[in-house]
């Protein structure tokens, strides 16, 4: 599944220039011009990672990158900030606010999408594989299978039991391992997995849930990985 990016950035060509790169490069991509909407844009999707300009009108990308580090919903979002403010003290500022990197402007394409890669990598590894491995729970994304594993101790064997998951049920869990223990409500959930073109009830989300957690439970009685949280949503912990 795509990492999503939320670029930051007033300079309508710049932004256009950087939408259009990672795009090429397969990441899905959101453009928001002002640093007063930010919070709308987050609220609307949360992102994997953001490219923050430190020069905006109304706020400054190191008051946006403080409180988004306040917010316990986007305290672990990965944060580059791009900025033409070169010296020491500036990029320390940076750091000291919670960026993850930083990008002194003018930089090369390739220098920001290497940056990119090695941020989401080090803050998501999962989302860069194919393979997903939390608990007994193996997901393979070039097979599209689902496998849950029992060791058998005494006889030293590791039997792999198939998970039988419809498309709707794969995506779903593939997202949520690809970002475990972080919680998604039902709204974020419909625009992620099933995609904002697509008009069903937030009700969806339970039932599909409910038939992932009976997958994945079989007849074996697996352990439950998707926790629920009361007036929040779901999320999937790997210490289940």
């Known amino acids: 599944m795509k990492a999503s990016i939320l670029i930051v950035e007033d300079e309508d060509s710049l932004g256009i220039l950087l939408t259009y790169n990672l795009e090429n490069e397969g990441y899905e991509v959101r453009l928001c011009t002002h640093g007063d909407?930010?919070?709308?844009?987050?609220?609307?999707?949360?992102?994997?990672?953001?490219?923050?300009?430190?020069?905006?009108?109304?706020?400054?990308?190191?008051?946006?990158?403080?409180?988004?580090?306040?917010r316990s919903q986007t305290r672990n979002i990965p944060i580059i900030m791009a900025t033409a403010r070169g010296e020491e003290a500036e990029k320390l500022r940076g750091f000291?606010?919670?960026?993850?990197?930083?990008?002194?402007?003018?930089?090369?394409?390739?220098?920001?999408?290497?940056?990119?890669?090695?941020?989401?990598?080090?803050?998501?590894p999962d989302q860069m594989s194919d393979k997903l491995v939390s608990g007994d729970i193996v997901l393979d994304?070039?097979?599209?299978?689902?496998?849950?594993?029992?060791?058998?101790?005494?006889?030293?064997?590791?039997?792999?039991?198939?998970?039988?998951?419809?498309?709707?049920?794969f995506k779903l869990l593939q997202y949520l391992m690809q970002r475990?223990?972080?919680?998604?409500?039902?709204e974020q959930l419909l625009d992620n997995v099933w995609g904002h073109d697509v008009y069903v009830d937030e009700r969806t989300v339970d039932v599909h849930i409910g038939r992932l957690r009976k997958a994945l439970k079989g007849k074996q009685g697996f352990a439950?990985?998707?926790?629920?949280?009361?007036?929040?949503?779901?999320?999937?912990?790997?210490k289940f």
Not at 142 to 163: F, I, L, P, Q, Y
Request: net charge neutral; proline share 4%.
């Open 224 to 238: 439950d990985p998707i926790r629920t949280i009361r007036g929040a949503g779901y999320s999937f912990n790997d």
């Open 180 to 186: 475990k223990g972080r919680v998604f409500s039902r």
């Open 96 to 124: 000291d606010v919670g960026a993850d990197d930083y990008l002194v402007k003018p930089f090369a394409m390739k220098e920001l999408m290497a940056r990119v890669k090695a941020v989401l990598k080090r803050s998501a």
């Open 37 to 70: 909407q930010v919070d709308l844009f987050i609220d609307e999707k949360l992102p994997d990672l953001i490219l923050l300009d430190w020069m905006l009108p109304g706020i400054s990308g190191v008051e946006i990158c403080r409180r988004l580090r306040l």
């Open 141 to 169: 994304a070039s097979t599209r299978r689902v496998t849950r594993h029992m060791a058998d101790a005494e006889n030293k064997t590791d039997t792999g039991v198939e998970v039988d998951l419809g498309p709707t049920e």
